[in-house]
């Protein structure tokens, strides 16, 4: 394991480990849920925290260049004196890095009209597989050859590893508005997100709460969420005051159209933070309900969310199991919870099959894998659900092109077998 | 497109020496002259399937820009697409990575596809991404082929996210530059800039728009700026804020130009080749290049090749080893095997 400082020492990290023969992992603050980070191989595991500079900050371009171990929030922190933000802000962002959110390609709620990770990052230098240090994309719209910075984000270390990344900031609006709508049916509040998107609203944040994880917010937070709904909406309508306004009406409307008991508008800032520290809290709170939880992170087209979140239910009760959804509804991500204690004998087994089950429920509902968290080790093996055996080669051949030798991160996203005419045979025992 | 329209077009593909692919006829020479020996191919049109409620279109990559737009119309929504000619296709905009004009405000062309399929060089039928609106199952195939100019793949359909229209859209113009307006204005869908004039093209709810307008002193129009005409056309990237310095280089040619504020694309053109090449001077001495758009046969479709060469060869020869599909664009490929 080491710290490097800067893109050199990470440059010679990588070499010392190829002339030792082994592969290496990028570490940030080690948040990720898929298990993209996990050492798998004996790597030199390349930890980027002491990599943790704002670099350079133009207001002019609204462009930062950031080390990769900046934490999110401490990002849009450094800017937010300048009127600039930092659009994606995953619930982890206290904590995550903004190179392990290039590497997952991550969300978070305000990530719906903003767009996730990917839409944010305009270069990156990134030190490849064989030590050698790369510029992928620059500060101009477009460049030549092909979107190489498109095929890096998100690819959870598996070609290379960011040193430098030059990301977009964005104007703070003038006008942001939050909102509470509280339903007494799950069903209800599911549909409520459908008709809002289908008005052709598409609100900045648009996140739902079940009745479990509403009550622990609650009891923890105490930011003023009914403790006997089924479920409530946190939207978020922002920009210029007239559509600001038309928007509030029109989501006002349809949520009481579709059986909303009361609509809350947050009165001032400090109302509004209250609100989003209910939702940020959700995961802290979750320990109020039982010790452990594994979360689960799907997407679904939108017009399915009803249907879909009843088989969730289901699935976990199938399996005598606890699940509480708490999510980026306005883009369709599910984040089933399944909350128990693991000390429970045979508990994982059933862990396991109610989240094999949601993700198989997700897929057939023509939905996909995952929305924000990535592939990483948890879902590689899900991946034939959704690609056939050319779709995964094309998606081997891409990685391979960019790190011929394999040596960043192997056995991440892609199953074993995935190369046409790679052997398909796994030990037994082995960790899959 | 049918399994055995889509069997013919792969076998069509596979048996072919070399593949030009052919979408409405309109950037015949962007990214370089296809070998005119290649034989053609061509992708039917057709909507496969659109989900107002969900914003997602898929289409087939012959659709024509306009009819998707007629299609998206009716349920008062949109993808920001505006090709010089209406007739280009879904495809050939995705393969030729044209944005459009209100990028400034909805974002570049690459963050709208959600899903490509395509056939590969060697006539395997593939898919990149997913349906829904977000997504981050395995690696980003449908960013990649976004300006990537049928070299990796014939499209075949896209699945891209649409938007609500705005109830109103409307263009001013003001004698301050894009630097000055953008502070002033939130959000603006457009900032084209030909070094005398901006025009502004505002997006929103009536009473936002009008209120800008007022505040920034804009004057309304009902004219949008005319794209600048002329035989020998290139698009130039630079960063936003070497606008500018690009400006007073361009304004000692003998070419017209429109740049699009915020953005760093500029549109120029001209009657002289020399004078576009001397464009692609100025683009380079900002660190910006110049793409060739039409005419200037004189002139390579890129200029100087682009970083990376090595990893964008061994991209090219994974999804197409045999080097067939529209052989002649990106000739740097060619030099770097």
């Not at chain 1, 959110?101 to 767009?115: F, S």
């Not at chain 2, 898919?127 to 977000?134: Q, S």
Request: charged letters at 20%; hydrophobic letters at 45%.
């Amino acid at each position: 394991m080491c710290f490097p400082r800067s893109t050199e020492e990470v440059a010679f990290a990588v070499r010392t480990a190829a002339s030792h023969g082994r592969p290496f992992v990028a570490r940030g603050s080690g948040t990720g849920l898929a298990g993209g980070a996990t050492p798998v191989d004996e790597p030199l595991v390349i930890v980027t925290t002491q990599m943790n500079r704002v670099l350079e900050v133009d207001v002019e371009a609204r462009v930062a260049w950031v080390e990769p171990g900046v934490l999110n929030l401490d990002l849009s922190r450094a800017v937010a004196d300048l009127g600039l933000y930092y659009a994606p802000d995953p619930s982890s962002q206290q904590a995550c890095t903004i190179g392990g959110n290039v590497a997952t390609n991550a969300g978070g709620p305000h990530c719906l009209a903003a767009g996730v990770t990917s839409s944010h990052v305009l270069a990156v230098d990134v030190v490849l597989g064989d030590g050698s240090v790369a510029r992928l994309g620059g500060l101009e719209p477009d460049g030549a050859g092909f979107d190489l910075r498109g095929c890096f984000v998100g690819s959870e270390g598996t070609m290379g590893i960011a040193t430098r990344i030059a990301v977009r900031l964005q104007p703070t609006p003038p006008c942001v508005r939050t909102l509470l709508l509280d339903f007494v049916s799950i069903d209800d509040a599911a549909a409520t997100v459908s008709a809002i998107i289908a008005a052709g609203i598409v609100p900045s944040a648009l996140e739902m709460m079940d009745a479990r994880i509403t009550r622990a917010v609650e009891d923890f937070v105490h930011a003023g969420y009914p403790r006997d709904a089924e479920a409530v909406l946190l939207a978020e309508l922002d920009g210029l005051p007239a559509g600001v306004d038309a928007a509030i009406a029109a989501v006002d409307r349809i949520g009481r159209e579709h059986g909303a008991r009361t609509v809350r508008v947050a009165r001032d800032a400090e109302e509004r933070a209250l609100l989003w520290k209910g939702r940020k809290s959700a995961f802290g709170a979750i320990a109020r309900i039982k010790p452990d939880y594994y979360l689960h992170d799907v997407v679904v087209p939108r017009t399915k969310l009803v249907e879909v979140l009843r088989q969730v239910y289901e699935i976990a009760d199938a399996q005598n199991l606890i699940v509480v959804n708490v999510f980026h509804a306005g883009d369709g991500n599910l984040h089933p919870i399944l909350v128990f204690d693991a000390r429970e004998p045979g508990i994982w087994t059933r862990v396991h099959a109610a989240g094999d089950a949601i993700v198989r429920a997700c897929v057939a509902a023509g939905g996909v894998l995952s929305g924000e968290h990535g592939i990483g080790l948890e879902k590689r093996e899900f991946m034939p659900l959704v690609f056939n055996v050319d779709d995964l080669d094309a998606q081997a051949r891409l990685r391979d092109a960019f790190d011929p030798e394999g040596r960043a991160n192997p056995q991440k996203i892609l199953p074993r077998g995935s190369r046409c005419g790679e052997v398909m045979r796994v030990p037994e025992g082995a960790w899959v | 497109m049918g399994v055995s329209a889509l069997d013919a077009l792969a076998r069509t593909v596979a048996g072919a020496r070399a593949v030009a692919i052919a979408g409405g006829g309109t950037q015949r020479e962007i990214g370089g002259t296809p070998d005119p020996g290649a034989t053609e191919v061509r992708v039917p049109a057709g909507i496969v399937r659109y989900e107002p409620a969900d914003m997602t279109v898929t289409a087939l990559a012959g659709t024509p820009v306009a009819m998707l737009d007629a299609a998206l119309a009716e349920h008062g929504q949109e993808c920001p697409l505006d090709p010089r000619s209406a007739e280009a296709t879904v495809g050939g905009v995705l393969a030729c990575g044209l944005s459009g004009s209100r990028r400034l405000r909805y974002g570049p062309l690459r963050d709208r596809v959600l899903e490509v399929r395509f056939i590969t060089g060697d006539g395997r039928a593939v898919r990149g991404g997913g349906p829904t609106v977000k997504n981050v199952t395995g690696y980003d195939i449908p960013r990649l082929f976004v300006g990537s100019f049928g070299t990796l793949g014939v499209i075949t359909r896209v699945t891209l996210r649409t938007q609500p229209r705005a109830e109103c859209s409307q263009w001013s113009h003001t004698d301050a530059t894009p630097a000055d307006l953008r502070d002033r204005l939130f959000r603006p869908a457009t900032l084209a800039w030909d070094g005398r004039r901006t025009f502004v093209r505002l997006e929103g709810y009536d009473e936002d728009v009008a209120n800008e307008q007022a505040h920034a002193g804009l004057v309304a129009t009902d004219a949008p700026p005319s794209w600048p005409g002329g035989e020998h056309r290139g698009r130039v990237s630079v960063a936003p804020p070497s606008l500018g310095a690009l400006a007073r280089r361009l304004d000692d040619l003998e070419c017209t130009w429109l740049a699009e504020g915020g953005v760093g694309t500029v549109h120029v053109a001209t009657d002289s080749e020399a004078a576009l090449a001397a464009a692609r001077g100025a683009a380079e001495a900002e660190n910006g290049w110049l793409l060739r758009e039409a005419g200037a046969p004189g002139l390579d479709p890129f200029g100087r090749p682009p970083p990376n060469l090595a990893i964008l060869a061994r991209i090219k020869d994974a999804f197409d080893p045999a080097g067939k599909l529209n052989p002649g664009r990106l000739p740097f490929l060619r030099r770097a095997a």
